[in-house]
DNA sequence: TTGATCGGTTCATTATTTGAACCGTTGGTT
DNA sequence: AACCAACGGTTCAAATAATGAACCGATCAA
């Protein structure tokens, strides 16, 4: 691996539950040399990718990763394209949805939006990333990845077998479903969304407190989850997979 | 300049005007050897930094970034909490507000807010650079900067003397102006703001339609800004230094 | 056909990265 | 107060990774 990689990988250590931390934690957690690794972080703070915080000097992400993200968001409309389509989705089922992306061989949340009909929901954070064995969404994506890729992932993954079952539910279907896999009592239902080249990008998914849940429900959800499926490919400009669309009831 | 570096300033390339690249594009605009440009650029779209797109295969910023850019926000809610403040900036002036960063020596359009008053408003984009010689939000943060910094900066434009006086205005009022100068009939006001250890860190400004401008508009400008920046800073737990919190009339 | 440019690859040369040991500070314990 | 451990950061010879001229096949225009 390049130095630019072990850099970046430096950069997916800070998560939610550890926004920052000091020189010794990242060496340590990236398993690199102090010196190597101060010397990445203060490469990439003259750029503002990081920056150091507080007396104690910690490292935390920079502003530079804001323009970066507007940017990109300016480029291709990803998440604010989709918003409406989400909040739209979650007042229809009353539940929470969500919308992730398969970024480097993970499954990365891009956005969500809450119900505002129930007092109980299912929270979520944006940011995080998605394991591929307990999610709905997990299950949609490798559906209909290339074969290669999903088997890549597959391998590593601790029930490839359960995974597949989903998959090929999903590919019956056009939607996978989770029981209380990812978290208890949260039922799990994901559609997968596609680019210009026909290519699986991400999943589209909501989130419903198990309780609540009914044949009713779940009609309602799976129908309105291919809906706004096929819409935000389409906002993409993507192409949804011949078999798909026929079990979505959308035109090829 | 570092291997990182070198990648880091390829991400760089990409602007508004251009948010996609060819491989030889970018090679030859960063000045790298192609082969040297290609390593790079399949090591960052290994991590999802940047992507490939269309049958040209030209780059362009990747979905990675939109997970750091929520990690930092949710982090260092900088543009998130600053937004109502410059909302309510906007709708009291009648003008458009925004808001800049100092990032790795450039200031950096972070955020900004029009005003649904007029028809005719100053428009933005977000994600640009702001000239330091030509805007409001550069002298008021070069005002506030430490010396050498300032000079480092000073010494890169194109008539330090003139921005030497926007400086000198903004300590001694408390804020800097421009007219006409980065656009032909926009009104720039502007006051620096600061982080925990006192430090400017960026700039809050109003652009303003030129032939709109009264003393009256101004008044309110000046002070509406006033209030703005120290609200801002104080959000961020900045620390306002002694002699602009007499200016801006806050305790210190 | 020719020629120019594209994205991408190869591999000997070269320059950069690397890491053990070091420094000065800080903060808690004895 | 003395001690110790851990912190952030620096040094420099040794080792490794980056570099770039030349090359490939494809595409496109003349």
Redesign the interface.
Known sequence: M????K???L??L???QQ??MGLSALARAAGLNKATCH??LT??E????VEQ??PAREY?????????????????P??DAAMPVLRRLADATGETAHLS?L??GRL?T?AFAYSAHHGIKVTM???DFLPFHATASGAAVLAFLPEAEAARILATLPAPAVVRERMDHCRQHGWAETVSTFEKDVHGTAVPLFD?AGTCTGALAVAAAAPRMTPALHATITAELARAGAEITALRGGQVPAPLARLWQIPA
């Open positions: 390049g130095t630019v990689g850099a970046l990988d950069l997916d800070f998560t939610h926004p920052q010397r990445l490469e990439m003259s750029r503002g990718l915080a507080g935390r992400l920079g502003p530079a990763v804001l323009r970066l993200a507007a940017l990109r968001e300016s480029a291709v990803t998440r992306h970024v480097a990365q891009l954070e944006d940011a210009t």
